[in-house]
T-cell receptor
C-alpha cells in the first residue's frame, strides 16, 4: 500500500464548477499536511497547508480527518487557470529530519 | 532572488556515462533535497541534506551520490547511468524541517534520458 494515495483522475470540469479531491495516508503518526500544485512540465509549488481545524484560502478549502486518515481539497468556482495536477503531501517524521511524502497527484482540467 | 536553480535543464546520456546535476539556492536554507519524478509514482526522495557538509539517504538512493560542500549548493551525481534513471529530477530547499516551516521550494527540474 502506498503511504499517500490519491485518485489520479483526470477530473474534467466546466468553469464555475465545484470539485473535490481526497487523499488518504497510511502512517497515523503523520504530523503535517499540505497540498502542492504542479503545472504541466513545471515544478511543484505549495498551494496551502492543511490544519487540523480545516482552513480556507479564497476559493480553496482544505480539511483534515485524522481519525480516518484523509485530507481533502475543495475548489469552488473553478477557473481555467486551476488546471493542474494537485499533489497531496504528508510530513512523516523520519529519523533526525522530517521528510515529505508525496502522492502521485490528481489531474484537473477546467473546461471553458 | 532566483530561488532554486538547477543545471542543466535537459541531458541525454548513454548507459554507463556519468554526470553531475547542480542545484543552487539563494534563500539561505539549511535543508536541501533531491527528488525524482516518474509517471504514476509521485516524487521520491533520493538524498537530502540538513546543512553544509551533511548528507543522508532518502527513499531511493541507490545509483546516486550527493555532496553539500557549500550551504547554497547541492550536487547529485550519477556515476554509471542506467536506463532506469531516466526521469525528471527536482531539487528543493526548505528553511527548516518542522511542521509548517517545512514548505519546500523547488527548482525547475532536469529532464534526464539514459539510452
Amino acid at each position: 500500500r502506498k503511504e499517500v494515495e490519491q485518485d489520479p483522475g483526470p477530473f474534467n470540469v466546466p468553469e464555475g464548477a465545484t470539485v473535490a479531491f481526497n487523499c488518504t495516508y497510511s502512517n497515523s503518526a503523520s504530523q503535517s499536511f499540505f497540498w502542492y500544485r504542479q503545472d504541466c512540465r513545471k515544478e511543484p509549488k505549495l498551494l496551502m497547508s492543511v490544519y487540523s481545524s480545516g482552513n480556507e484560502d479564497g476559493r480553496f478549502t482544505a480539511q483534515l480527518n485524522r481519525a480516518s486518515q484523509y485530507i481533502s481539497l475543495l475548489i469552488r468556482d473553478s477557473k481555467l487557470s486551476d488546471s493542474a495536477t494537485y499533489l497531496c503531501v504528508v510530513n512523516i517524521n523520519s529519523g533526525s529530519a522530517r521528510q515529505l511524502t508525496f502522492g502521485s497527484g490528481t489531474q484537473l482540467t477546467v473546461l471553458p | 532572488n532566483a530561488g532554486v536553480t538547477q543545471t542543466p535543464k535537459f541531458r541525454v546520456l548513454k548507459t554507463g556515462q556519468s554526470m553531475t546535476l547542480l542545484c543552487a539556492q539563494d534563500m539561505n536554507h539549511e535543508y536541501m533535497y533531491w527528488y525524482r519524478q516518474d509517471p504514476g509514482m509521485g516524487l521520491r526522495l533520493i538524498h537530502y541534506s540538513v546543512g553544509e557538509g551533511t548528507t543522508a539517504k532518502g527513499e531511493v538512493p541507490d545509483g546516486y551520490n550527493v555532496s553539500r560542500l557549500k550551504k547554497q549548493n547541492f550536487l547529485l551525481g550519477l556515476e554509471s547511468a542506467a536506463p532506469s534513471q531516466t526521469s525528471v529530477y527536482f531539487c528543493a530547499s526548505s528553511y527548516g524541517a518542522g511542521g509548517h516551516y517545512n514548505e519546500q521550494f523547488f527548482g525547475p527540474g532536469t529532464r534526464l534520458t539514459v539510452l
